[in-house]
């Protein structure tokens, strides 16, 4: 199996040399294959966030490096940090993090800007993403309108609008029942099906110990504990 991301003594430190200074992640070293779903499990404060957004680019490790097919993202200016992040990950958050505002189909399409695509392809790849979820009919709606789990196939079809190849998901049973949990496991194992790589940070059983789990990393204090695979 190919290595698509590769983590090598990552530790994170919040205001470092200051007396509330703190170690978030401390020597973190993984590896991580094309195609893998990998977990991160562990309980609040154990560190599974920060690694996440640390893998998905949005920080910055303060030591180590952390390589995405084989490219050093640790070290790359911001303007490459942006790029990379874009082309590359594809983002689920807890709090779904929509706009409640404005439609379906104009936050699905916020990834894509700025981009040359024209509007109409953009449009046509949200509408395919939205019929491939079951929520086709809600395109014009608000998103104030939408029950929680047209909310989190919204925020997986936005997350899957700019054709990633990696998703990340970072705890996105929290806010769901057992129901809408089930079925979202079945859209993230069609999502691995199509060749995504799929990394979830969780401490929901129904998720770690589903089938679609290729390798449980469990953490605490910042550190890795142990790995298992089913």
């Known amino acids: 199996m190919e290595c698509l991301i590769q983590t090598e003594n990552v530790s994170k430190t919040y205001n470092a040399r200051r007396p509330d200074e703190f170690r978030a992640l401390e020597d973190i070293s993984l590896r ?21 957004s640390l893998i998905g680019c949005m920080s910055r490790p303060t030591a180590g490096s952390i390589l995405v097919a084989g490219k050093n993202v640790a070290k790359l200016p911001e ?8 082309r590359t ?23 894509l800007y700025p981009r040359e695509t024209r509007i109409g392809e ?47 998901a970072d705890e996105p049973t929290a806010h769901l ?13 069609n999502i691995n099906r199509m060749g995504k790589t799929i ?3 969780t401490h929901d059983p129904l998720v770690y110990e589903h089938p679609l789990i290729t390798r449980t990393i469990s953490m605490r204090d910042g550190r890795i504990e142990g790995v298992s695979t089913p």
């Open 32 to 52: 991580i294959g094309q195609g893998e779903v990998v977990v991160l499990k562990g309980p609040s404060g154990s560190g599974k966030t920060t690694l996440l």
């Open 79 to 86: 303007r490459f940090l942006t790029r990379t992040r874009q």
């Open 89 to 111: 990950f594809g983002f689920i958050f807890q709090q779904f993090n929509l706009l409640r505002d404005i439609t379906v189909m104009e936050n699905v399409l916020l990834p």
């Open 122 to 168: 953009m449009q046509e790849r949200g509408r395919t993403l939205l019929v491939q979820l079951g929520i086709e009919s809600k395109q014009h709606s608000k998103v104030y309108q939408l029950s929680g789990g047209e909310q989190q196939r919204v925020a997986i079809a936005r997350a899957l609008i700019n054709d990633p190849e990696i998703v990340i």
């Open 177 to 189: 029942d057992s129901k809408l949990s089930v079925d979202l496991l079945g859209i993230l194992d």
């Open 199 to 201: 990394l979830i940070a």
